[in-house]
């Protein structure tokens, strides 16, 4: 589904991401894993298309995307719910709900749309009149994956989902992502919470100064010393 | 008691001219970060262009009005698309020097295009002034405010409600998060630059009417008053520029009122320099918190 073959992007003169190639299948949760300053997130913001590749090229539904705009990208099923939830702060949670839809053509069902994340996120039903930025750090989580829901994606792209969130919270999140995906969402899944990551990926890839290190299953990875000495505190 | 409320409704007309500008100010300060300094002078287009289709083509005030926000609405995306785009990631400061330098082409364009000097603005409504209770309102005092009014409403509607609108307050809240949901941050920075100019020229026609005189440079003082306006409600903010700039009016009415004529653009200088120092975001201004 997803291609990513020898990408490079700088970050002003720093190399953030030194030839990385991994692949996304339909169906499946894949997940980068790595340290701060890995590169995880400027992969993720080149796919999204707010970063742009100096070389390499990302592949989607074999068509290379990596030249195409931002709303475009969305247009063709890839939304990303960015670290730091950057829900729109000043709008209500309802408003941030219906910019998550802007991509969908006139006459889509948002009501439909709108209630079904309802349906799954109770608390911004709850909440949708609210300021966006009067929500708890959790909430604006569940927000910020209900506005990128809101676009349909058939790729979901997940940036450090769980940082800065309270351990049940952080539970919510991961059980969340699954049922997602269980629902025939794939997902692309940046974690610094390795562990539970892992536990929930088919696939993953470990990055360490913008390169891919190792590759294998969740369980592979799990099991590994190195893995397990460098990432998962143990 | 009598002056006071006659210079208040005087200010309020003449400040509702300054809040539509301080609107457009405010707006593309709120997306892209940059004073518009030529701001002014597309309201100035927009008197000139009222003065041409009023004289010439004999449009009534309503069609005239219409007209020119459509115009200025033009002026305002090419000037963007031309001048500003090609500088979106340069240094504020290339954008504000830029800014300036499309505000002389105007002003010295159209000085040079149609001459300096003064023009009177065609009287397409008959001045009447009514007296309601020893206070002299007139017709075009009514229609300024009303129109104003009218606009700012109508402002305030499709911000809050359209899809375009809440686009606009995303780009201007959190532009990379606009990006990942499919807003075109460029369509919701022209269709910002429309709106404000529209305004922009709206005002153009209003003042027109008001003080009957149109010149090339009649939009430097008016432009900087309006910017005045932004900052003092808090730049950014839609409600304070609105507010702000009827204060400025206001005000310069009231400096006038006191017999210091010759001190009223002053007044406006000092009120920003108060307030940038005791209240330095402006009466709507956010302090913008960081959250870790």
């Known amino acids: 589904m997803l291609k990513v073959e020898h990408l490079v992007v700088n970050y002003g003169a720093i190399k953030a991401v030194k030839d990385v190639s991994f692949e996304v299948h339909t169906g499946e949760i894949v997940t980068l894993i790595g340290a701060n300053g890995a590169g995880k997130s400027t992969i993720l913001k080149t796919i999204s298309g707010i970063m742009r590749a100096k070389a390499g090229t990302v592949t989607y539904e074999d068509k290379v995307i990596n030249l195409s705009s931002a709303s475009r990208i969305v247009q063709l099923g890839i939304s990303q719910v960015p670290e730091g939830r950057h829900v729109f702060e000043g709008l209500s949670v309802l408003e941030n709900l219906q910019l998550g839809a802007f991509t969908q053509p006139r006459g889509a069902d948002i009501s439909a749309s709108l209630e079904e994340v309802f349906t799954r996120f109770p608390v911004l039903a709850e909440r949708r009149k609210q300021d966006a930025a009067t929500l708890s750090g959790g909430e604006q989580q ?93 | 008691m009598h002056t006071i409320m006659q210079q208040l409704i005087n200010g309020i007309s003449l400040g509702s001219i300054y809040a539509l500008l301080a609107l457009g100010y405010t707006m593309v300060y709120g997306i892209i970060k940059l004073l518009n300094f030529a701001h002014g002078d597309v309201y100035m287009l927009g008197a000139f262009w009222g003065y041409f289709v009023i004289n010439y083509w004999h449009f009534n005030f309503i069609f005239a009005l219409i007209s020119t926000m459509a115009i200025t609405a033009l002026v305002g995306v090419i000037i963007e698309f031309l001048a500003y785009r090609p500088l979106r990631h340069a240094p504020r400061v290339a954008a504000l020097i830029t800014a300036i330098g499309v505000s002389y082409f105007l002003e010295n364009g159209m000085s040079y295009l149609y001459g300096a000097s003064a023009r009177s603005f065609p009287q397409v409504i008959k001045q009447h002034n009514y007296h309601v209770a020893g206070i002299s309102i007139s017709n075009i005092q009514i229609i300024i405010l009303g129109t104003a009014i009218f606009l700012m409403v109508a402002l305030q509607f499709v911000i809050k409600q359209t899809k375009m609108g809440k686009a606009m307050r995303a780009v201007a809240n959190d532009p990379d998060a606009a990006q990942l949901v499919g807003i075109n941050p460029n369509h919701v920075i022209s269709f910002t630059f429309a709106i404000g100019s529209a305004l922009a020229g709206a005002g153009g026609v209003l003042i027109g009417l008001y003080y009957n005189s149109i010149d090339p440079l009649m939009g430097m003082t008016p432009g900087i008053k309006a910017f005045v306006a932004a900052v003092v409600g808090g730049i950014g903010s839609i409600p304070g520029a609105s507010i702000g700039g009827f204060l400025i009016g206001i005000l310069e009415t009231a400096t006038q009122a006191v017999g210091l004529s010759a001190y009223k653009d002053a007044a406006v200088y000092v009120v920003l320099i108060i307030i940038l120092l005791v209240l330095p975001s402006g009466i709507f201004g956010k302090n913008k918190k960081e959250k870790v």
Request: proline residues 3%; without cysteine; charged residues 15%.
């Open chain 1, 142 to 234: 569940m927000l910020a994956m209900g506005r990128a829901l809101m676009a349909k994606p058939k790729l979901l792209l997940l940036d450090e989902p769980s940082m800065g969130l309270s351990p049940i919270y952080i539970q919510k999140v991961f059980d969340i992502i699954k049922t997602i995906h269980e629902q025939g969402t794939t997902v692309l899944l940046i974690e610094q919470n390795a562990t539970q990551a892992l536990s929930i990926a088919d696939r993953a890839y470990v990055l360490a100064s913008g390169e891919v290190k190792m590759t294998g299953t969740g369980a592979e990875l799990l099991a590994d010393a190195q893995v397990q000495a460098a990432y998962l505190g143990g």
